[in-house]
């Protein structure tokens, strides 16, 4: 899929975007999907509108560093698995089709490994929420996951890349494709599903720890939302 209008993306961008900030919600935020034009750009979050814990977890935070374009998602919760969901998310509603990409990477000391670092797409901010995502785990496997219905099962598929990673997901309808590369590379498409939603959806970069009594942490950087050129 070719993408032409890259809305958000890292610190470069970003100082383009507030230096223009008129022109910017002048052209750029028509685009289908944006809850407000005043809540496209934070400070505090970067590229997102607001951060939230989803279902039964320890409270989470998002911090955005301006310099690197690099976001720390502390996160806690059982898991992202089964008919519902425990993560701390960072997200900003769109409709449409959109593609978001980022560099993820856990810290050095070892992780748990069954713990996520997730780029989604969600229908709501319920636990038992439909949603399709890419996750990386702390052991290095990555996994394109989805709830095709509010309250459903999860499933997933493997992707053959382990390790720190580049990933994607897009969306095209009701269709969601996943890709993996290396930190900073080309990626490759290595699945896709389908989940039905509606309207304006949640985007955005979660983490889970896979501990329900404790938090963890990773970094997320490079991130960009794209939406496809008109």
């Known amino acids: 899929m070719q993408y032409g209008s890259t809305l958000y993306s890292g610190p470069t961008s970003m100082t383009h975007l507030w230096n223009h900030l008129n022109l910017f919600l002048a052209v750029a935020l028509?685009?289908?999907?944006?809850?407000?034009?005043?809540?496209?750009?934070?400070?505090?979050?970067?590229?997102?509108?607001?951060?939230?814990?989803?279902?039964?977890?320890?409270?989470?935070?998002?911090?955005?560093?301006a310099a690197s374009g690099s976001y720390r998602v502390t996160g806690g919760g059982a898991d992202m698995w089964g008919s519902e969901d425990a993560f701390h998310f960072s997200w900003?509603?769109?409709?449409?089709?959109?593609?978001?990409?980022?560099?993820?990477?856990?810290?050095?000391?070892?992780?748990?490994?069954?713990?996520?670092?997730?780029?989604?797409?969600?229908?709501?901010?319920?636990?038992?929420?439909?949603?399709?995502?890419?996750?990386?785990?702390?052991?290095?496997?990555?996994?394109?996951?989805?709830?095709?219905?509010?309250?459903?099962?999860?499933?997933?598929?493997v992707a053959p890349l382990h390790g720190p990673m580049r990933m994607r997901i897009e969306r095209k309808g009701n269709l969601f494709t996943t890709s993996v590369g290396p930190i900073g590379g080309k990626v490759t498409a290595f699945s896709s599903t389908t989940v039905v939603m509606d309207g304006p959806v949640y985007l955005g970069i979660g983490f889970c720890s896979h501990n329900a009594a404790g938090l963890a942490s990773v970094t997320f950087s490079n991130v960009t939302i794209e939406k496809p050129a008109r």
């Open 92 to 157: 900003v509603k769109l409709a449409g089709d959109a593609s978001l990409t980022a560099d993820v990477q856990f810290p050095a000391d070892v992780p748990v490994p069954l713990e996520k670092g997730v780029l989604i797409f969600r229908q709501s901010l319920d636990p038992g929420s439909a949603y399709a995502d890419i996750a990386v785990h702390g052991d290095g496997h990555a996994t394109i996951q989805w709830r095709a219905v509010a309250g459903g099962k999860t499933d997933d598929v």
């Open 30 to 65: 028509p685009v289908s999907g944006l809850v407000a034009a005043s809540q496209s750009i934070s400070s505090k979050l970067g590229i997102f509108t607001d951060s939230t814990d989803v279902g039964k977890t320890l409270p989470g935070s998002t911090v955005f560093d």
